[in-house]
C-alpha cells in the first residue's frame, strides 16, 4: 500500500512532537527551567536572549522546537481539512492536535509565569507537572489516529463494542494515573538527588521527607498494577478481537511494557541519571502510542466486521 504525503507528514510530526517531549524532559532533568526567567514568550524579555549561560541555551531551544511543533500541527490542520470532505474524522483528529498543542503550550507559560520550575519544590508544581504530562498524552492521542487513518487504518466504531470499549478504556485510564504519577516521581529524582541506592530507600522511608519523595515509594506498584491491568486488557481483547493485526499489536504492547519495568528497576538501581529518564519517558510514550493503536485496532469497523461475520458470530466471548 502506497502511503500519501499527508500520512508522510502526520508520522513526522507524530515523531517530531515524540522529541519536543524528550527534550522538556531534558529541561526539566537538567533544571533549565528557568533559563528564560520568568518571561514567555521572550526569553529574558528578548526574542532572541544572550546564550552566555547552558540554561539559558536548554530552555531556549525548547521554546523555539516547541514554536515549530506549533506551527507544523497547523500546517497538519490546514491541509487535512483542505484534502478530506467535510465530517471526515481527519478533519476533526488534526483540529484536536492543535487544540491539545495549544493547551500543552499554556501549561508550559504557566510553569514558567508562576516559576514552577528550577528548583521550585511546592506541591502546585507536581500537580502542574502531573497534569502537564496527561495533556501530552492527550495530544499524543489524535496525532497517533491522524497519522494511523491517513496510512490506511480502519475507522473507529464505537457503538456495540461492549466489554472491548471497557477494557480498553480502564487501560487507557490506567497508563494516565501511571504516567501522572511517573511525572511527579521524576520530579522528585531531579529536586532531591541520592548519591546511592542506600540513600534514596532512606529517603523514601523518612516521615519528615518531602511528599514528591515519599510519592516515589508509590510509583513502582503502581506501574506493577497498571502493567497487571494492561495485560489482562490485552489478553481478553485479543481473544475477543481476534484479528491477527490486533494481536501483533498487542504482542508489542506487552514486550514494550516488560522492557519498561526492567528500564525502571535500572533507572532506580542507578539513581534516575538523566540519560535514563529520558529512555524511560521514550518507552512510556511509545506504550501509550501502541495502546492506542492497539485501542484504534480493535474498536475499528473492520475488526467488529469480521468478528461478528457469520464464519465467527458463535464464538463464545463474541458476544
Not at 516521615?207 to 513502582?220: D, E, G, M, S, Y
Not at 519495568?261 to 512510556?284: E, T, Y
Not at 485501542?295 to 461478528?308: G, H, Q, V
Amino acid at each position: 500500500m502506497k502511503v500519501s504525503p499527508f500520512a508522510r507528514f502526520a508520522w513526522f510530526v507524530l515523531v517530531y512532537n515524540l522529541g519536543i517531549i524528550l527534550w522538556g524532559a531534558y529541561v526539566r532533568a537538567t533544571g533549565s527551567g528557568a533559563g528564560c526567567g520568568s518571561h514567555w514568550p521572550l526569553c529574558n524579555g528578548q526574542v532572541v536572549p544572550d546564550l552566555e549561560h547552558s540554561t539559558t541555551i536548554v530552555e531556549f531551544a525548547h521554546r523555539v522546537s516547541s514554536g515549530l511543533a506549533l506551527l507544523l500541527v497547523l500546517g497538519l490542520l490546514v491541509w487535512a481539512w483542505r484534502i478530506y470532505p467535510v465530517g471526515s474524522p481527519m478533519r476533526f483528529s488534526s483540529l484536536f492536535v492543535v487544540i491539545f498543542t495549544i493547551i500543552e503550550a499554556l501549561i508550559g507559560a504557566g510553569l514558567v509565569l508562576f516559576e514552577l520550575v528550577a528548583d521550585n519544590e511546592s506541591l502546585a508544581r507536581g500537580v502542574w507537572m502531573g497534569l502537564h504530562l496527561i495533556n501530552t498524552f492527550l495530544l499524543l492521542v489524535p496525532l497517533t489516529l491522524t497519522a494511523w487513518w491517513s496510512s490506511g487504518g480502519a475507522l473507529l466504531q464505537m457503538r456495540g463494542q461492549g466489554v472491548t470499549r471497557v477494557l480498553l478504556g480502564i487501560s487507557l485510564l490506567a497508563l494516565l494515573v501511571l504516567g501522572s504519577s511517573g511525572a511527579i516521581t521524576a520530579l522528585g529524582d531531579t529536586l532531591f538527588p541520592a548519591t546511592s541506592l542506600a540513600e534514596g530507600i532512606a529517603q523514601d522511608l523518612s516521615p519528615t521527607a518531602h511528599l514528591f519523595i515519599q510519592l516515589r515509594v508509590f510509583h513502582p506498584l503502581i506501574a506493577v498494577v497498571v502493567g497487571a491491568i494492561v495485560l489482562i486488557a490485552t489478553q481478553m481483547v485479543s481473544t475477543l478481537r481476534p484479528q491477527p493485526l490486533v494481536q501483533r499489536i498487542g504482542w508489542g504492547l506487552l514486550v514494550l511494557y516488560g522492557l519498561q519495568l526492567l528500564i525502571g528497576v535500572v533507572n532506580m538501581v542507578l539513581m534516575a541519571p538523566v540519560w535514563l529518564q529520558m529512555v524511560h519517558l521514550l518507552l512510556a510514550t511509545l506504550i501509550w502510542i501502541t495502546l492506542v493503536l492497539f485501542a484504534a485496532t480493535a474498536l475499528s469497523e473492520r475488526a467488529y466486521r469480521e468478528t461478528y461475520s457469520p464464519a465467527v458470530q458463535q464464538h463464545p466471548l463474541t458476544s
